[in-house]
Structure formats: structure tokens, C-alpha cells
């Protein structure tokens, strides 16, 4: 056991709570993370969602290791090493039709800068310099860079950092519990909402606006899948004003929905994709942009010797991650892992929806592999239900991830059903245990029995603190 937690200052952390009962992994494989005293941990929730095809998976350990064996590091300013290109062959074989260039950057968070400064610097090259506007929505996320929470509608993670990116507008979120919770799938009502890019637009003028940015399917908002027709309806806007269309899909990419990418499965192709976390497995730090090849195209003017795009970062392509995203896809392949949440999709439905009637269980959301369960807040106390529920299932070795009052499920594509049966039971346990006050706003949860915090709470959770909505 460290001797002293203080040094470390843990991101999206509560500090002071973990240090006093901390929660330590020290090894992982296949489904599972073990703590340091041996203690087995069903990964409900792939890492961060970024372990797709589960923990230590031979192909990709090798390949980091021979990767660093061989060549630990090579500039990625005017030089290049294969892997870099042999990846970004085999990464547009996977994308949808014309998505076909690639730009490497370490993060989802830098993803995002990245995309949006390419869609910006992109209309400026062709003429059009004055589209610099930015179109987010409410309840986005899309990592912590200011580019990334300009755009991003999590409150918790903008109102401490000053005034942001200018020129930056907002969607309103699709998050419509009256009219369509406990949906399976996509929800029903709400394709309308995407007529508010046409209220931009009326607002700002077209020529503004450079991108409009989403999460297809929004996760560290708590789970919030877009209504049916709505991005469809999103990408004919974007078609019809000139604004490129940039699906955020750090969490959706690479099998989380059943197809390689959202944009496969709700046959809606962007303009630009950012992916991370399962481009290498999580294994080793790496995100990209995809774009369509008219944007790179639109660059690629003016003397021959110049850099054309003024962007990058020192790890840009890094020899350690294009080996950990070839391995990735290596095993992905074999495994037919891009695909299989598309298989595994009705049982892990049944299986969330199973949660419906639970005390407090205010919500069920599910689509592909994610799944979010939202709970009626504790008077006073927003997220505090949902923190408890995740010490709980913790202590009885699941781990979940909340945001909010809501707890995300979003397993490794390797699930099997004796894991979602695990994961049900101990999650079901733990959302009893977490009751106390009763709150519903539907019938299904009111007719549930109340039970009494005194009955149920665990050490820890007496030390927990307010958890707020946030991230990852
Ligand atoms: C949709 C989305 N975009 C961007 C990010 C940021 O990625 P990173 O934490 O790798 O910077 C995340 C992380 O969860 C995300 O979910």
C-alpha cells in the first residue's frame, strides 16, 4: 500500500474522499481489473470506455513491446515512419465511404482541437474566412481543452475557466425524459430539435458558421441517445448551409454501437470523426481525425516546400501507439469485435431495462453497448445517489461510472452473458441499497418499495461526497 496519497493531484477525482478509502487497480486481463490485495473487478464500463476487446490482450502487448524494442520514438514534423501510414491505410478501410484522411493527435480532448481548428483554417483556405463560428449543444462533451468545453455544454466543466472560446453557440440537448423515457434503442420523439442549427443559422448567418459539432450518441452526459431521423436531419442542414458536420466519436467509435462507427450505424456520415480510446484499446495514448478527402484537399495549395496546416503535437503518431492501434484492429479483426456489440445488443438491453422499477430508477437509456440508468437525485444532494451506487458495486467488485445521477454501463465488446447477469445483479443490489428517500417521476419507480438508508449504507458511502456531473 503507497505510504502517501498527497502528491499525486488525481483529475475528475474527488481528492480528499478517495484518499481517505482509496479504490487502487493493479492489474487487469480479459473483463476484469484486480486490486493490489487480489480482489477481482468486473470491468463494467471498458475502463473508460476505451478497453474495447478487454484488458491485456496478447497481440497489442506484443506489439508494444517489440515497438519499443525497435524504435521508441521518430519526429513527426517532415518525417514519417511506416506504422504511421500503415495504420492510416487500415484505419480508412474501416471508416465510412470518402472519410479517408487521418490526422493523429494523443486524446479525445485533442481530437476535438484539432477538428475544430481544421474546419476553421478549412473554409478559411477556400475563401471563406468568415466562417469561425463554432456550433455545439447542451450537454456535451468533449473533453477539457478550451476548443473542447467552448463547445461542450457540461456546466461543472465551463463555469470555472473565464469566458472560453468566442463565436461558440449551443443546441439545446435531446435529453427528453417526459415524452420518451425508459426508450429502447432511439427514443421517438425529438427529431425537431435538430431544426435549432436552422435557428442558428437564422441568427448568425450561414457564413458564420464553420462546423457544428455532436456527440452521435452523447456518454459523459449520462447516456443520451439522439431521437430517431435527428442526425439525419442534422447532416441535411449542415448539407444545405455549407457547415461541415463533425460527430465527436470518442466513445462511439470502434464497435461501441455494434458497427465499426456511430456514423455506420445511424447511416449519417460527418465530415470529420474524432476517435480515441478505442483506437489503441486504451492500451497507449492515442485519438485521430478522420476527414473527408476534400477537406485535406482544400489545403493542399500554394508553394510545395510550405507546411500546409500549421497544427501537431510532438507525439503526433507516436511508434508505441500506431503499434498498440495495429495490434488493436489486429484483434478487433480476429475477433470480429467491431461488430459483435451488434450481437450482444438484445441481451444487454434486456438486461439494463431489467433495472426499470428499481427504487428511484427514474430512466433506463440503452443503444449498442451503452447503457445508461438514471436515478432521482437525493433532495439537495444532485449525484450523490449515483456515487453511492458506485462504492457499492465497487465493494462488490463491478466497477460502474456515474455522472451525475446517472450510472453508465459500457462493457468491453467481450461481455458475455454470465458478465451481464454479474453485472445486473450486483448493480440491481446496489441501486436497492442506494434507496432512502424515495423520489420517481414515473409510476414504475413509485410502485417500487421504499427502503431506508439506515439499512444499507456502507462505510464509505458515509464519506462520500457530492458527486457532480462531469466527464469521461
Ligand atoms: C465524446 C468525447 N470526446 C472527447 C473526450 C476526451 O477524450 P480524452 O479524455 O482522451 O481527452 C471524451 C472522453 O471521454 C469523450 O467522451
Known amino acids: 500500500m503507497q505510504k502517501n496519497l498527497d502528491a499525486y493531484w488525481m483529475p475528475f477525482t474527488a481528492n480528499r474522499q478517495f484518499k481517505q478509502a482509496p479504490r487502487l487497480l493493479s492489474r487487469a486481463e480479459g473483463m476484469h481489473f484486480w486490486t493490489p490485495e487480489g480482489r477481482q473487478i468486473l470491468d463494467g464500463i471498458a475502463g473508460l470506455w476505451c478497453v474495447n476487446a478487454g484488458h491485456a490482450r496478447p497481440k497489442i502487448v506484443k506489439a508494444i513491446q517489440?515497438?519499443?524494442?525497435?524504435?521508441?520514438f521518430a519526429p513527426p514534423f517532415q518525417m514519417g515512419h511506416p506504422?504511421?501510414?500503415?495504420?492510416?491505410?487500415?484505419?480508412?478501410?474501416?471508416?465510412?465511404?470518402?472519410?479517408?484522411?487521418?490526422?493523429?493527435?494523443?486524446?479525445?480532448?485533442?481530437?476535438?482541437?484539432?477538428?475544430?481548428k481544421m474546419a476553421i483554417a478549412y473554409h478559411r483556405v477556400r475563401g471563406e474566412g468568415a466562417r469561425t463560428r463554432l456550433i455545439g449543444?447542451?450537454?456535451?462533451?468533449?473533453?477539457?481543452?478550451?476548443?473542447?468545453?467552448?463547445?461542450?455544454?457540461?456546466?461543472?466543466?465551463?463555469?470555472?475557466?473565464?469566458?472560453?472560446?468566442?463565436g461558440v453557440d449551443h443546441m439545446r440537448h435531446t435529453h427528453d425524459p417526459a415524452r420518451n423515457a425508459f426508450s429502447k434503442g432511439q427514443p421517438e420523439h425529438g427529431e425537431e430539435l435538430a431544426d435549432d442549427l436552422e435557428r442558428m443559422v437564422a441568427l448568425h448567418d450561414a457564413s458564420t458558421i464553420a462546423a457544428v459539432i455532436v456527440e452521435p450518441v452523447s456518454g459523459s452526459t449520462g447516456v443520451l441517445v439522439p431521437p430517431k431521423r435527428y442526425l439525419e436531419r442534422l447532416r441535411s442542414i449542415c448539407d444545405k448551409h455549407g457547415i461541415l458536420l463533425i460527430f465527436d466519436e470518442v466513445i462511439t467509435g470502434f464497435g461501441r454501437l455494434g458497427s465499426p462507427f456511430a456514423a455506420d450505424h445511424f447511416g449519417v456520415t460527418p465530415d470529420m470523426m474524432c476517435v480515441a480510446k478505442g483506437l489503441t484499446n486504451g492500451a497507449v495514448p492515442m485519438g485521430a481525425v478522420f476527414a473527408k478527402q476534400f477537406i485535406q484537399d482544400a489545403f493542399m495549395n500554394g508553394p510545395e516546400h510550405l507546411i500546409e496546416f500549421f497544427h501537431g503535437y510532438t507525439y503526433s503518431a507516436h511508434p508505441l501507439a500506431c503499434a498498440a492501434a495495429l495490434g488493436t484492429l489486429d484483434t478487433y479483426a480476429d475477433e470480429q469485435l467491431l461488430t459483435r456489440g451488434a450481437k450482444m445488443a438484445k441481451s444487454f438491453e434486456n438486461a439494463v431495462h431489467s433495472m426499470q422499477g428499481l427504487p428511484n430508477v427514474i430512466d433506463v437509456r440503452n443503444i449498442g453497448l451503452v447503457g445508461g440508468i438514471e436515478l432521482a437525485p437525493i433532495p439537495g444532494e444532485p449525484g450523490k445517489r449515483a456515487f453511492n451506487v458506485f462504492l457499492d458495486c465497487w465493494e462488490k467488485g463491478l466497477l460502474v461510472r456515474t455522472t451525475g445521477d446517472t450510472i453508465a454501463l459500457s462493457p468491453p465488446l467481450i461481455i458475455e452473458d454470465s458478465h451481464l447477469a454479474q453485472i445486473v445483479d450486483t448493480l440491481s443490489g446496489a441501486i436497492r441499497r442506494a434507496g432512502g428517500h424515495v423520489q420517481s417521476s414515473n409510476h414504475h419507480a413509485s410502485a417500487a418499495a421504499p427502503?431506508?438508508?439506515?439499512?444499507?449504507?456502507?462505510?464509505?458511502?458515509?464519506?462520500?461526497?457530492?458527486a457532480t456531473a462531469h466527464a469521461a
Open 451 to 466: 427502503i431506508h438508508v439506515s439499512e444499507s449504507t456502507h462505510a464509505a458511502v458515509n464519506t462520500a461526497v457530492r
Open 137 to 166: 449543444r447542451e450537454r456535451g462533451y468533449h473533453g477539457v481543452n478550451f476548443g473542447g468545453i467552448s463547445v461542450g455544454g457540461i456546466v461543472a466543466n465551463r463555469k470555472m475557466f473565464g469566458t472560453l472560446l468566442g
Open 66 to 72: 517489440d515497438q519499443a524494442a525497435e524504435m521508441d
Open 83 to 116: 506504422k504511421a501510414f500503415e495504420l492510416a491505410e487500415r484505419l480508412v478501410e474501416l471508416t465510412p465511404q470518402g472519410v479517408n484522411r487521418v490526422f493523429y493527435t494523443n486524446s479525445g480532448s485533442e481530437a476535438v482541437e484539432t477538428a475544430l
